[in-house]
């Protein structure tokens, strides 16, 4: 049996490849653990700058192991570690102090979105089809899309994708900001990894702080959020990384960062 993830290192990036293409890569126990684990090898290397998240095949992700959720329909408290265990897997992504990319091709739905949720930034192919149709089949979203859809693209849109059940195609997904980047199939974990690898030159302390930043700060009040900024930019001014980076913009160069 093949492994459920695909963990590699290259120039920085930590990649997690979703790795069970016949069965449209959907997230089961091990395949949560795996991305848990991988995430936690990623923030402890001092080498790692950024982590992309991509798929074998040709789907990003159809949502939920339904295989292993059915076979727990009558215990409901294996139902809680199940959905608890997926909510950690999110939660990691969203929280982990390293900037996360997710390349999406063909279909993104159910958790495999709330899993592209979860990331910062998301390249899709022209072939992707982003939906939350727990709503076809008499279900709710359960790792994170009734918190996190409204918070990124607002209320109204995020109820009507939950309610409908519909798909968006990509440029669609991207106009209304679910997505950032619309490439062609061919190129989409090539771009991805530039764009990851590019990351990977800046400052590791300086990412991992806006990345804080912003997320914290999107739940708190404005005078709050704005003093958190202030305090993370004195203490980050007293760095190395933030030394090397005005000593480079004095003596025109690319900085380099340790």
């Not at 929280?95 to 709330?114: D, I, K, R, T, Y």
């Not at 400052?203 to 739940?219: F, H």
């Amino acid at each position: 049996m093949s492994e459920p993830v695909i963990v590699q290192k290259r120039d920085g990036v930590g990649i997690i490849v979703l790795n069970r293409p016949d069965r449209f890569n959907c997230l089961s126990y091990a395949t949560h653990a795996a991305i848990q684990q991988a995430c936690g090898a990623f923030e402890a290397d001092a080498s790692m700058r950024a982590i992309l998240i991509r798929a074998e095949g040709e789907h990003f992700c159809t949502g939920a192991d339904l295989q292993e959720i059915t076979g727990m329909m009558d215990d409901p408290a294996a139902v809680e570690r199940f959905m608890s265990f997926g909510h950690r897997t999110m939660t990691r992504i969203e929280e982990s102090p390293l900037p996360v990319v997710v390349a999406v091709q063909g279909l993104c739905l159910a958790g495999g979105m709330e899993l592209m949720l979860a990331a910062d930034v998301c390249f899709a192919a022209k072939s992707a089809r982003f939906g939350d149709q727990h709503s076809r089949f008499g279900l709710l979203p359960g790792w994170g899309a009734s918190q996190r859809l409204p918070r990124l693209i607002g209320m109204r849109r995020a109820l009507d994708l939950m309610y409908s059940g519909r798909w968006l195609e990509a440029e669609d997904a991207q106009r209304i900001g679910l997505v950032n980047y619309v490439v062609t199939d061919t190129t989409l974990n090539e771009e991805a990894m530039k764009y990851s690898a590019e990351l990977a030159g800046r400052s590791r302390s300086g990412l991992s702080e806006m990345k804080r930043l912003a997320r914290q700060g999107s739940d708190m009040p404005m005078s709050d959020a704005l003093k958190m900024e202030c305090d993370a930019v004195v203490r980050h001014l007293q760095g190395a990384d933030a030394a090397e980076g005005i000593a480079a913009f004095r003596e025109r160069r690319k900085p380099s960062f340790k």
